[in-house]
């Protein structure tokens, strides 16, 4: 079993910034790929990023890619999200996941993939 616990989220005016944070236990850290996902109001479940075991593969939705960067520290047990110039459409609650199994090629980026969960924190962009 895997635990996540996110953080960070918050209210923020548009083309601000804010951090989330992973916090995992359950496991050796440096063994899971972890992912991030948001929710909107009346949508689905959106896969946003993706960082492998070590950090050196990283992957983005489009719509946030060059706003957007994981990274994570293994020494910590963390990863983050650090989220730029928001704009109301990232409005949403934000998961982090990672899969059961080991993800030693490509990186991850489809929810069926992913088996444990946080229990997400609200992002939320004002305009």
């Known amino acids: 079993q895997v635990q996540l616990v996110e953080s960070g989220g918050g209210l923020v005016q548009a083309g601000g910034s804010l951090r989330l944070s992973c916090a995992a236990s359950?496991?050796?850290?440096?063994?899971?790929?972890v992912g991030w996902f948001r929710q909107a109001p009346g949508k689905e479940r959106e896969f946003v990023a993706v960082i492998s075991e070590t950090g050196g593969r990283t992957y983005y939705v489009d719509s946030v890619n060059g706003r957007f960067t994981i990274s994570r520290d293994n020494a910590k047990n963390m990863v983050y999200l650090e989220m730029g110039s928001l704009k109301p459409e990232d409005t949403a609650v934000y998961y982090c996941?990672?899969?059961?199994?080991?993800?030693?090629?490509?990186?991850?980026?489809?929810?069926?993939?992913?088996?444990?969960w946080g229990q997400g924190t609200q992002v939320t962009v004002s305009s």
């Open positions: 996941a990672t899969p059961a199994g080991r993800y030693l090629l490509a990186v991850p980026t489809s929810l069926r993939q992913y088996d444990y």
């Open positions: 359950g496991r050796t850290f440096n063994t899971i790929t």
